[in-house]
């Protein structure tokens, strides 16, 4: 059977969650879709409760595989999808009753893409994320998307599979981290027909302990500088590169941020990627003080860029 939309959620170790965030997409107004649950391996008894999901509902598929990561699960899914569009939940994430009715809806209108705003859910509060806007010039949304922090995310949208399969484009298996930004890379310059909906209809669980933005470390900077600079000559083959270098370069400079206050890795900032140093000047993604330490650096004035790192992580 073939359905119109196929949501893909990657499954390890998702016991405590993977109830909840598989009913929340059963459970949706749009009723023409297939969740496919795939189980990369998990240690403990998640491949038997999306099996028990999948008794269930005649609309779930189960693929078991061996552990690879998130990146070879989605890949996975995407190979395995039926529908016109696909779409991507994590295991501990949920979405509100009518997302995929009022995407798909919008997506009808013969958009390749629909993204929405959507809830970020703390233990303590919640905050609505205003995702990138969708402007006249695809330039322009391109260039907005790389400048919003949760720009390049992959769960917040529906996307014509047609558009994934046939620009060859997956989830990169040799990055743990900054996968979604390495795909949306890719996917956004596949199109200009895109469209975007200003309503959070996916709620991203911050709450969880276990998540992963919540246990962030030094292979997270290292991956997400090896995701731009992977990416740069698929830009290049785009002919975009030269029209996004500033957005990019802000991007990697904003990781570098990470070793210049750390005492540890201090002077990572002049050995690693050297050549986008320059572009400190501008960057709208680093405060003002951040900039100045930059530039400090840039001169070699360490020992004056140290005094005012000291206050600056002081005033943090």
């Known amino acids: 059977m073939k359905s119109t939309l196929s949501v893909i959620i990657p499954v390890y170790k998702a016991g405590s969650y993977i109830n909840t965030s598989s009913s929340s997409i059963l459970n949706n107004s749009f009723r023409d879709l297939e969740l496919i649950l795939v189980d990369d391996g998990s240690p403990d008894n998640s491949g038997e409760l999306c099996e028990q999901i999948a008794a269930a509902d005649s609309r779930v598929r189960v693929i078991h595989?061996?552990?690879?990561?998130?990146?070879?699960?989605?890949?996975?899914?995407?190979?395995?999808a039926r529908g016109e569009y696909i779409a991507f939940v994590d295991q501990d994430d949920t979405v509100r009753e009518d997302m995929y009715e009022r995407l798909?809806?919008?997506?009808?209108?013969?958009?390749?893409?629909?993204?929405?705003?959507?809830?970020?859910?703390?233990?303590?509060?919640?905050?609505?994320?205003r995702t990138f806007d969708v402007h006249g010039n695809h330039d322009d949304t391109y260039r907005d998307m790389l400048l919003k922090g949760y720009g390049c995310n992959i769960w917040n949208m529906v996307a014509r599979r047609s558009l994934v399969v046939e620009n060859d484009?997956?989830?990169?298996?040799?990055?743990?981290?900054?996968?979604d930004v390495w795909f949306s890379l890719r996917l956004h310059l596949c199109t200009d027909?895109?469209?975007?909906?200003?309503?959070p209809f996916y709620i991203y669980n911050l709450a969880n302990p276990n998540q992963v933005s919540n246990n962030l470390?030094?292979?997270?900077?290292?991956?997400?500088?090896q995701c731009f600079t992977e990416s740069i000559p698929y830009m290049e083959a785009k002919g975009?590169?030269?029209?996004?270098?500033?957005?990019?370069?802000?991007?990697?400079l904003l990781v570098k941020t990470n070793w210049v206050l750390s005492p540890e890795k201090?002077?990572?900032?002049?050995?690693?990627?050297?050549?986008?140093?320059?572009?400190?000047?501008?960057?709208?993604?680093?405060?003002?003080?951040?900039?100045?330490?930059?530039?400090?650096?840039?001169?070699?004035?360490?020992?004056?860029?140290?005094?005012?790192i000291r206050g600056y992580k002081l005033a943090r």
Request: glycine letters at 4%.
């Open 65 to 80: 595989k061996q552990n690879g990561g998130i990146s070879s699960a989605r890949n996975a899914g995407i190979k395995a």
């Open 104 to 129: 798909m809806t919008k997506a009808a209108e013969g958009y390749d893409i629909v993204v929405s705003d959507f809830l970020l859910v703390y233990p303590d509060n919640e905050v609505v994320y």
């Open 169 to 179: 484009i997956s989830f990169p298996e040799h990055l743990r981290h900054c996968e």
């Open 193 to 199: 027909r895109i469209a975007k909906i200003n309503e």
């Open 217 to 225: 470390d030094e292979r997270f900077n290292q991956c997400c500088l």
């Open 240 to 252: 975009a590169f030269p029209k996004f270098k500033n957005e990019v370069y802000w991007n990697m």
């Open 266 to 308: 201090f002077s990572m900032y002049h050995s690693v990627h050297p050549e986008i140093n320059s572009f400190v000047k501008g960057n709208p993604l680093l405060s003002k003080k951040m900039r100045l330490i930059m530039t400090l650096l840039n001169y070699h004035l360490d020992f004056v860029a140290r005094i005012l």
